[in-house]
């Protein structure tokens, strides 16, 4: 203990305490928000405390008593084909629901599961995997899904839905989840009983800032709209729009034209659907993606480089045709120094296009400006050659069409771990349509994209209105709220 001269020194006794991250509780105090009975000292951290005694200057309730539940998914049977889906965390992320790569249900399984059917107003959260808890999905349209057993959802009842999406999202809901992850070095998980008890704050502009995020999910999809009309320009230049594809199992091929041509065996690839698509493509003007593009490869560094803090490092799992999310890896600062050129040389510039050989092949994604991070060995980096022959962002939007998607699934079919070979995507076939038409494609997409970030903003003003109101008040967020329209 910290002496004076007549003996312990309280004061200097407490500025020591502060100093240290160290919390003394008695066992009176251990219980509170904590309905998991947690003993680590990670529970019960300073920036929690104080997060705490920021949020309850607000009136607050528990979020089971504002919800008709709060409850896990189930562990549905899966099918191959095309059906409903069923939602797992890569379809959830930064306040969004995807309902792309979702596994798939018949229609007799989503019945057998009508409770954990999704409704607008419900909001989605990631509940296992370490770096993955605590991914958040607002549930906005009335499309057929449910959700599976690392999901947890929250159904309000007797409070605003949007707003209760834009709490946890806000940095005091993302800190209160981050304390609820149990498991260490491990499998983590979020418990429901913990989700159950999380204050939630009433404040008086619940209904505005819900206002916000309604609105930030229709300019959203509004711009889900414009993409689809990019997508459909294209197939109606091509006479693709009612194409329908071949469904015979036999497709006849002799040892010539089959093995000796391209080295292949299985049965998948001579499907008649993947052939019809080629010939289509090359009736008309197209080229291979070696012409018109230059490829390169990034690194694999592994695992071992990986670090808490430092440069992002970007994985298939972290980008879609639609955008690139935070990753959750990052590359260590000692690696980064000893790489210091080689990294500078990798950091993909304004105009790359992204695209996957490994995991989700096909997936391409054109960067609107320079990115400060290093990308993974599975995704190759596109540069158009000549851009007065074809457009960045239509190349991009060809590329995530079902013309190249099909060419993916023939080259890399056939194995567990999907890998597509770099000599298959050089020989990819991409038509090239007339400048004008693939201009008009261009601006449809630069418009989704110039929506989409609108959305991303409105998002945040509703985030940052709600800690703004805990803060300081009500008052002074709806001022911040005023101030962003103006912008």
Known sequence: MPEGRGGFNEEKYKALLEELEITIKD????????????????????????????????????????????????????????GIPCLTGRNINNGRVSYENADNLSEEEYINWKRFQIKHGDTLITLKGKGSIGKIGYVTDGRKAIFSRNIGIIRPHKINTGYVNAFILSKYGAKIIARGET???????????????????????????GALVEMSEQVLIDSQSQYEQAELLLLETLGLKDFELSTEPVNVKGFKESFLSTGRLDAEYYQKKYEEVIVHITDQNHDNLANLVQIKKSIEPGSDVYSEEGLPFLRVSDFNKFGITEPDKKLSDTFCKENKELLKKLKPKKETILFSKDGSVGTAYMLRKDEDLITSGAILHLTVKDTSQIIPEYLTLALNSKLVQMQAERDAGGSIILHWRISEIENVVVPIIDYTKQEKIAAFVEESFRLKNQSEQLLETAKRAVEIAIEQDEEAAIQYIEMKKLK
């Open 27 to 82: 066992f009176k105090e251990f219980g509170i928000n904590n309905s998991t009975f947690r003993l680590d000292s990670e529970f019960f951290r300073k920036e929690y405390l104080k997060l705490y005694k920021s949020l309850y200057r607000k009136p607050c309730d528990k979020l089971e008593v504002l919800t008709k539940w709060v409850t896990q998914g189930p562990n549905p049977v899966f099918q191959e084909e095309d």
């Open 183 to 209: 498991g260490g070095t491990g499998q983590s998980t979020l418990a429901i009983s913990y989700l159950k008890n999380i204050d939630v704050p009433r404040i008086e502009i619940e209904e505005k800032i």
